[in-house]
């Protein structure tokens, strides 16, 4: 499972190794989801995956709509939490379904 | 999960460590320059380190110079100072950044940032370049704050143990050392300092092994501030219903001097105060490396930064991360922070680097848990949103804020959120 990671690194390592300012657009939307995503680490472990054994539940592979509609819940206080509730509260529609989309494109 | 990890790691060392020095850098020789350069690595450094790495799909090579060979976690440190978490719980191996991500670990410290030649100079005589620096050195205590301290600290008299390591070992000692009926006292420098609610929590602790181990024996306060500078409200409550007696909370003692032989503390404008043990925080500034290269450009003590990819306003590609930063509005000096700090930078230097725009909007959050006493924990929670038109930082109202009691439940979460982080941090 971490191991994906390598596996991509080496097909990219053939593809563009040396071709760092061949960015696309798209690559630049990627990044900056990543990016995003990464603020949810802290707590819910790289790429969503939490340690073994974690009462923080892990995000990767969550269907995004149930995701999106967990967090709305949060914000909006229909959903009891212990800081969720203040954290959504300082997101908007926008970045709710942007980490959303992002974890439900992940593996488990 | 110890032998997945295991497995994992020989994988990581079979498929990428024939490429390149991965797995071997303590003993394989440095290259003479990376594209980024990371100093320190703590809650920042480390995960800057990381994420330049995953975010960049593993193209960008990265140094790390750090001289330890593990992380010592200052969040938890004080359970242990406490006696109910010990010093292995909170100690993590630099190894998996090197066999999970390829970051190349320079065992070292940097004495030198030449930035016209972008290089750093290590200890050990190593000259090495970069394309960008990213400088996460933690603080530094300014020891001319309190006259006597210095020397008090270098002989153990009186500890700060306010950075991770043999000083937290050390001063759980000193409690255990001390008689029933003694005195324990910290004394709380000026806001801004690492880690607000790190004392409140700190003294939580010790009253709490108190009242376990040693219940004729008193915590004391003694801030320089007026009053307590994080989770107020909440602290207090606490120790009057459970440490009243034991526990005094003293505003406006502001530290001025020391006498090691004595166990003394002067102040400013109140009377001595003796204790059995010392645990004296002076004011802090940025890390050394910061202070002595010329990036802490505000009042000589913090360092300023470009908030949207945190370069330096003082040397073009030198990025500062973490405590050493000039805090925007609200924004706490905490390893939750700094690790937040590393990614946003991350994403900036890997954009940069590789002809992307930079993300217009950062986020960062912070999430800091304090136990009050071996199980129940309360926190305080914040979004901080990159706002370009004031070009900086800013918590987003209505969100964010804090528990509304201590509970157990924030126990169960506040060790799983160290687990989270340093995994987050270091695996």
């Known amino acids: ?44 472990g790289t790429e969503g995956r939490t340690t073994e054994g974690s009462a923080i539940p892990s995000l990767a592979g969550m269907p995004r709509e149930y995701m999106v509609a967990q967090m709305k819940a949060f914000r909006e206080g229909t959903r009891p939490a212990t800081v969720m509730h203040q954290l959504t509260k300082g997101l908007t529609d926008q970045q709710i379904e942007t980490v959303s989309t992002y974890f439900s494109t992940l593996k488990r | 999960m110890k032998r997945r990890s295991f497995v994992q790691a020989s994988l ?11 797995g071997c850098a303590t003993t394989a020789p ?50 242990v100072i406490g006696g109910s978490k010990t010093m292995g719980d909170i100690t993590t191996p630099y190894d998996n950044l090197k066999s999970k991500h390829g970051v190349i670990h320079a065992r070292d410290r940097v004495t ?18 970069y394309d960008k620096l990213i400088v996460s050195p933690g603080v530094d205590m300014m020891w001319g704050s309190i006259e ?55 003294a939580s602790q010790v009253a709490s092994y108190f009242k376990k181990a040693k219940p ?55 009377d001595d105060v003796k204790a059995d043990v010392l645990n004296v925080l002076p004011n802090m500034s940025a890390g050394l490396i910061a202070m002595q290269s010329g990036l802490a450009n505000a009042n000589g003590r913090w360092c300023n930064v470009n908030y949207q990819t945190f370069e330096s306003t003082a040397a073009k590609d030198v990025h500062v991360i973490g405590d050493s930063v000039l805090a925007a509005p609200l924004m706490p000096k905490s390893g939750h922070m700094a690790n937040s700090h590393g990614k946003v930078v991350a994403a900036a230097v890997v954009a940069q680097l590789s002809g992307m725009e ?39 109202a209505g969100s964010g804020g804090v528990s509304s009691a201590p ?7 506040a060790m799983n959120w160290a687990q989270n982080i340093w995994a987050d941090t270091l695996l």
């Open chain 2, 148 to 202: 006597g301290l210095k020397d008090a600290s270098a002989s153990g008299q009186i500890l700060q143990a306010w950075k991770a390591g043999p000083e937290t070992a050390a001063l759980r000692r000193q409690l255990e050392a001390m008689p029933d009926g003694g005195v324990y006292a910290i004394a709380v420098p000026l806001a801004p300092y690492r880690c607000p609610p790190g004392p409140y929590e700190r």
């Open chain 1, 1 to 44: 499972m971490r191991s994906t990671p390598f596996l991509a690194a080496l097909l990219l390592l053939g593809s563009y190794a040396g071709s760092a300012t061949a960015a696309t657009p798209q690559d630049t939307v990627k990044l900056h989801q990543r990016a995003l995503a990464a603020t949810c680490a802290n707590c819910h």
């Open chain 2, 358 to 396: 930079v993300n217009p909007q950062p986020l960062l959050t912070n999430t800091c848990y304090s136990f009050v006493n071996d199980k129940l924990v309360v926190h305080v929670a914040s979004v901080h949103q990159y706002v370009a038109e004031e070009k900086t930082f800013k918590t987003v």
């Open chain 2, 407 to 413: 509970n157990e439940l924030e126990g169960i979460y």
């Open chain 2, 216 to 270: 004729k024996s008193k915590v004391l306060i003694l801030d320089a501030n007026p009053d307590v500078t994080s989770k107020g409200p909440l602290f207090k409550k606490f120790w009057a219903e459970n440490y009243a007696g034991m526990l005094e909370f003293r505003g406006n003692h502001k530290a001025i001097a020391v006498d090691a032989k004595t166990k003394t503390v002067k102040f400013e404008t109140s």
């Open chain 2, 12 to 22: 990581a060392l079979g498929t990428v460590g024939s490429l390149s020095m991965v």
């Open chain 2, 112 to 129: 030198e940032i030449d930035r016209g030649k972008k290089t750093v100079t290590l200890a050990g005589g190593v000259t090495l370049g």
């Open chain 2, 30 to 79: 440095l290259p003479s320059k990376a594209k980024v350069v990371v100093i320190g690595g703590g809650y920042g450094g480390a995960t800057a380190a990381k994420y330049v790495r995953m975010l960049s799909n593993y193209q960008i090579d990265v140094v790390l110079v750090e001289p330890n060979d593990s992380f010592i976690s200052c969040p938890i440190s004080n359970l």
